[in-house]
């Protein structure tokens, strides 16, 4: 398969700037913003977002099946999702942070209902577009690329946020004229990523079963251990990066006390971004992305330390605490996409029939569900602590926003490399599951009954014996 030019790379990129205008806008702002601005409590807040962001994953799983019994001869299976259903899942954007003053019921009701339709539409839009990866080339360096054109692009419109947005969370500023400018803005930024996503972003890889039945889509996912593994390694860590994500601007203005070194984080993020991006297919090639998952999520683990020990007075150091987690977080989501990517092909050597789907969408289930227990559990923090919107905090409510922004990413991180060390689908396995599936296509077979049969052992076994290091470099998928 011939590798992917560059502007169907920066299109991809271009599809998660999109969805970060909407997804990361809530992830960054929305606790700030319920809890400042439309006057929930933290407790109620942290309840809306568990249930809501658990309602989104089972909407991944919705959207999952919809997309697989989907095609199009025109446009492919997946872009047709990420070209009709933008415009409705900006303008919700927009809904979801003008929340009116209808009492207190009232109030939390549109909270509720906005946010859940905010998520279903995103989940119909993310899941095509987290699957059109696996379409667009099975080749692992090249997939390190589209992992880092996505990190890039999500990380473009965080950055800006962070440099633009966040500095004017501040007491007695009219918060509610800046989100509805803010997100109205990003109506038609957003429209115009999506539409360059559709025209450059293509798929390339050949199925054999383009509509794919409920019972298809099951029997892929009952044999995929790779895929399950990854899928809980990935809750673990979501439910730690979420509390960081939502607590970070709790942590810089009401515990260290500087708020102005939020765009300087943005910045540091943004500029970490590129570099990453730049050596990560390398550094894949030498490593596999197994242990560049394992060695970046430890550097998580050990930025979440230090911010949870660092005394508040310590401004310097709590800060690098979270540039350190931040770059675990960061090399985490460039390479956990290639990985995702490599499980549907695990899952067609298994059974003969492709579901991007499907798969994506019981990945960002439980990522999803991660998110929900990491915000949830971040806003229960605030209000264990006793936060109080616009005061002086104590000694407790900031000893709540170290545990959310230190503590929680730390523990859960190390639960997720505890699974992922135990992940047994190895770049070198993956070739060697390429190579059988082309095999397969050459003379118009369907699976086998071994292949169907064999366990991961066997499978890895089957790697050639001088292929030792062949994680370190992988076997070039031939044509």
């Keep these: 398969m011939k590798k992917l030019n560059k502007l169907s790379i920066i299109g991809y990129g271009a599809g998660d700037a999109a969805n970060n205008l909407a997804f990361t806008t809530a992830t960054m702002f929305l606790l700030v913003y319920y809890t400042d601005v439309?006057?929930?409590?933290?407790?109620?807040?942290?309840?809306?977002?568990?249930?809501?962001?658990i309602f989104d994953a089972f909407a991944d799983v919705f959207a999952g099946r919809v997309v697989d019994r989907t095609y199009s001869k025109r446009f492919g299976k997946f872009r047709p999702f990420i070209m009709f259903g933008s415009i409705p899942l900006l303008l919700l954007s927009v809904a979801t942070f003008s929340v009116p003053a209808l009492g207190e019921s009232g109030t939390l009701l549109y909270a509720y209902v906005t946010y859940a339709a905010l998520g279903l539409a995103y989940s119909l839009v993310n899941i095509p577009y987290g699957s059109l990866a696996g379409a667009m080339t099975q080749d692992p360096a090249e997939r390190a690329k589209l992992g880092s054109a996505r990190m890039i692009g999500g990380m473009l419109v965080g950055s800006a946020l962070g440099i633009f947005v966040a500095p004017?969370?501040?007491?007695?500023?009219?918060?509610?004229a800046t989100f509805t400018s803010i997100t109205l803005v990003f109506v038609v930024?957003?429209?115009?990523?999506?539409l360059f996503t559709f025209l450059t972003a293509k798929e390339r890889v050949h199925r054999t079963v383009p509509n794919v039945t409920f019972k298809q889509s099951m029997d892929t996912l009952k044999g995929n251990r790779p895929l399950?593994?990854?899928?809980?390694?990935?809750?673990?860590?979501?439910?730690?990066?979420?509390a960081l994500t939502s607590v970070q601007l709790y942590y810089l203005r009401d515990v260290l006390g500087r708020l102005d070194l939020y765009p300087v984080l943005s910045i540091t993020q943004l500029v970490l971004t590129f570099v990453l991006a730049g050596f990560m297919p390398k550094l894949v090639r030498s490593l596999g992305k197994k242990r560049v998952y394992i060695f970046s999520s430890l550097l998580t683990v050990i930025g979440g330390a230090i911010v949870f020990f660092t005394p508040a007075s310590h401004v310097w150091l709590g800060f690098t605490g979270l540039v350190i987690s931040l770059v675990g977080v960061l090399a985490v989501n460039i390479v956990v996409w290639a990985l995702e990517a490599d499980t549907v092909e695990y899952g067609e050597w298994k059974t003969g029939v492709r579901t991007e789907g499907i798969t994506y969408a019981l990945f960002s289930f439980t990522r999803k569900t991660g998110q929900a227990v990491g915000g949830a559990l971040a806003a229960y923090a605030l209000a264990l602590g006793g936060y109080k919107s616009g005061a002086v905090q104590t000694p407790d409510a900031v000893f709540g926003i170290q545990l959310a922004a230190g503590a929680l990413p730390a523990v859960m991180t190390i639960l997720a490399v505890l699974v992922m060390a135990k992940y047994t689908l190895t770049d070198a396995m993956h070739a060697r599951?390429?190579?059988?599936i082309r095999a397969r296509r050459t003379d118009g077979d369907g699976p086998s009954d071994s292949a169907g049969a064999s366990d991961d052992a066997a499978a890895a076994a089957a790697v050639p014996a001088d292929a030792a290091?062949?994680?370190a470099a992988p076997l070039a998928p031939r044509n």
């Design 38 to 53: 439309a006057g929930i409590s933290a407790a109620a807040a942290g309840t809306l977002l568990l249930v809501v962001r």
């Design 168 to 176: 004017l969370i501040k007491p007695g500023a009219n918060l509610q």
């Design 189 to 194: 930024i957003g429209a115009a990523l999506y």
């Design 228 to 242: 399950l593994m990854l899928c809980l390694s990935s809750f673990f860590f979501l439910t730690g990066y979420l």
């Design 433 to 436: 599951i390429l190579t059988e």
């Design 469 to 471: 290091s062949a994680e």
